[in-house]
């Protein structure tokens, strides 16, 4: 047993616990053809292990097997298909399981496995067919107390310590989440350089993509949103298949998964490599916010006072530019804000795109300052409807949005995506060359 995450995560159990934590389930996505297989980021977080079929039992008061690994065994014949499998032996010997068994003994060893502990960590209602296998073993104990020790009298949600656990990264995350974000920069940057009008969205897709692949990426930590024209005012827009018009801007949000960790990045940029005057006057706007809300983001401040900051910036511009009309602060207690800025300013990035970790104070429900080690997105946008009225007429269909990786740190914080350009000058000498 050697990872760290699973030292701190026994350390952190109530006594006289034990840990059941079952891996993702394979996805099918059509007839007799699955998805490519995509661990379960608390389950990868705490065994590196990258197989389907596997269960980790974590029992820190066991005197010999605190670690405990249910895995496909061997199948050489399923190997030609499907590829290498660890095995019980490879279990233990790779991944430092003190004791490994088939993933078909779990249903027989669970009982026992359960005879003794006060309290089980697990998360109910993820697995209907393992909930089910441990609601029956907890009642076979129960109605025998004579013949067992005694069943677990609680039930805790694994996330409570996992999820703080993973919301501060450790320095060998940070380094692989620099890495991620290195090469969905340089993907950004090659979508720069290579959009022009006529081509496609799903063009500039393929080559963000790509690029992730080429450095080492796995896949997309998301599916990439790559909007030119209007479609950059619709948020999750993925259908990526309209032409690229000149004097359109494109809209790009993408980032990789490198070794389980994502990057998200969003940059706008024209298509044909020059701003229009209206462009830039709401490019302008957002970059001011955008970068004013990074260079706040520091420890002890809340995700919610920056989201007011950018709120702030944003109304005020959008009073200047003819957008809305009236007092900035009246506007901002009416939340008019919202027909042109309608989503928060960021999240919690890590294993998971959208990373897991409280947001609030488990007692006062207040916004939980920012710590160092925590990584967060900062992505405010202006999104303008090509039916929008009582506006100027040339803001009309503009939707930009700019989004940056923030390590918080001791002193104040690190832009994990700075090689992706964002200043209009940058961008336009970058797509000239």
Same mark, same amino acid.
């Given at each position: 047993?050697?990872?760290?995450?699973?030292?701190?995560?026994?350390?952190?159990?109530?006594?006289?616990?034990?840990?059941?934590?079952?891996?993702?389930?394979?996805?099918?996505?059509?007839?007799?053809?699955?998805?490519?297989?995509?661990?379960?980021?608390?389950?990868?977080?705490?065994?590196?292990?990258?197989?389907?079929?596997?269960?980790?039992?974590?029992?820190?008061?066991?005197?010999?097997?605190?670690?405990?690994?249910?895995? #496909?065994?061997? +199948?050489?014949?399923? =190997?030609?298909?499907?590829?290498?499998?660890?095995?019980?032996?490879?279990? &233990? $010997? !790779? %991944?430092?399981?003190?004791?490994?068994?088939?993933?078909?003994?779990?249903?027989?060893?669970?009982?026992?496995?359960?005879?003794?502990?006060?309290?089980?960590?697990?998360?109910?209602?993820?697995?209907?067919?393992?909930?089910?296998?441990?609601?029956?073993?907890?009642?076979?104990?129960?109605?025998?107390?004579?013949?067992?020790?005694?069943?677990?009298?609680?039930?805790?949600?694994?996330?409570?310590?996992?999820?703080?656990?993973?919301?501060?990264?450790?320095?060998?995350?940070?380094?692989?989440?620099? #890495?991620?974000? +290195?090469?969905?920069? =340089?993907?950004?940057?090659?979508?720069?350089?290579?959009?022009?009008?006529? &081509? $496609? !969205? %799903?063009?500039?897709?393929?080559?963000?993509?790509?690029?992730?692949?080429?450095?080492?990426?796995?896949?997309?930590?998301?599916?990439?949103?790559?909007?030119?024209?209007?479609?950059?005012?619709?948020?999750?827009?993925?259908?990526?298949?309209?032409?690229?018009?000149?004097?359109?801007?494109?809209?790009?949000?993408?980032?990789?998964?490198?070794?389980?960790?994502?990057?998200?990045?969003?940059?706008?940029?024209?298509?044909?490599?020059?701003?229009?005057?209206?462009?830039?006057?709401?490019?302008?706007?957002?970059?001011?916010?955008?970068?004013?809300?990074?260079?706040?983001?520091?420890?002890?401040?809340?995700?919610?006072?920056? $989201?007011?900051?950018?709120?702030?910036?944003?109304?005020?511009?959008?009073?200047?530019?003819?957008?809305?009309?009236?007092?900035?602060?009246?506007?901002?207690?009416?939340?008019?804000?919202?027909?042109?800025?309608?989503?928060?300013?960021?999240?919690?990035?890590?294993?998971?795109?959208?990373?897991?970790?409280?947001?609030?104070?488990?007692?006062?429900?207040?916004?939980?300052?920012?710590?160092?080690?925590?990584?967060?997105?900062?992505?405010?946008?202006?999104?303008?409807?090509?039916?929008?009225?009582?506006?100027?007429?040339?803001?009309?269909?503009?939707?930009?949005?700019?989004?940056?990786?923030?390590?918080?740190?001791?002193?104040?914080?690190?832009?994990?995506?700075?090689?992706?350009?964002?200043?209009?000058?940058?961008?336009?000498?970058?797509?000239?060359?």
């Amino acid at each position: 047993m050697s990872r760290p995450q699973l030292a701190e995560f026994m350390r952190r159990m109530e006594p006289d616990s034990i840990a059941i934590i079952p891996s993702a389930r394979e996805a099918n996505r059509s007839n007799d053809t699955d998805y490519r297989y995509r661990q379960d980021s608390d389950f990868f977080y705490l065994t590196g292990f990258n197989e389907p079929e596997a269960i980790a039992v974590v029992a820190p008061s066991h005197p010999e097997h605190k670690f405990m690994l249910f895995v #496909r065994p061997r +199948d050489p014949e399923r =190997e030609i298909w499907d590829g290498r499998r660890a095995g019980v032996e490879g279990a &233990m $010997k !790779e %991944y430092g399981a003190e004791a490994a068994h088939t993933f078909q003994e779990f249903k027989d060893k669970l009982p026992e496995l359960l005879d003794g502990p006060s309290n089980l960590y697990y998360k109910l209602g993820a697995n209907a067919a393992l909930d089910e296998m441990i609601v029956r073993a907890l009642r076979t104990l129960r109605a025998n107390p004579r013949t067992s020790k005694h069943a677990p009298d609680r039930i805790i949600e694994p996330g409570t310590l996992l999820h703080e656990m993973r919301l501060i990264k450790t320095e060998e995350e940070i380094a692989l989440m620099q #890495r991620s974000a +290195d090469i969905a920069a =340089e993907a950004h940057r090659e979508a720069m350089k290579a959009a022009r009008p006529g &081509m $496609k !969205e %799903y063009e500039i897709e393929a080559l963000i993509e790509h690029i992730f692949r080429r450095y080492g990426a796995t896949a997309p930590a998301y599916t990439s949103i790559v909007g030119t024209g209007a479609n950059a005012t619709i948020l999750h827009y993925i259908q990526n298949d309209a032409t690229l018009a000149d004097g359109d801007l494109l809209l790009v949000d993408a980032g990789a998964e490198y070794q389980g960790y994502a990057s998200d990045i969003t940059r706008t940029f024209p298509v044909n490599g020059r701003y229009t005057e209206a462009q830039r006057e709401v490019y302008e706007l957002v970059l001011k916010a955008q970068m004013s809300c990074v260079e706040m983001a520091r420890p002890g401040v809340t995700m919610d006072e920056l $989201k007011k900051h950018s709120i702030e910036i944003l109304t005020e511009g959008m009073v200047q530019l003819g957008l809305l009309q009236g007092e900035p602060a009246q506007l901002i207690e009416e939340e008019k804000y919202k027909q042109f800025y309608m989503h928060g300013l960021g999240h919690y990035l890590g294993l998971d795109v959208h990373d897991v970790g409280p947001y609030y104070t488990r007692d006062t429900r207040q916004g939980r300052p920012l710590a160092p080690g925590v990584v967060i997105t900062v992505e405010p946008g202006i999104y303008i409807a090509t039916d929008t009225a009582d506006i100027p007429e040339q803001y009309r269909g503009i939707g930009i949005r700019i989004e940056d990786d923030v390590l918080i740190t001791e002193e104040g914080n690190r832009i994990l995506t700075s090689a992706a350009p964002k200043q209009i000058e940058e961008i336009e000498q970058l797509m000239a060359r």
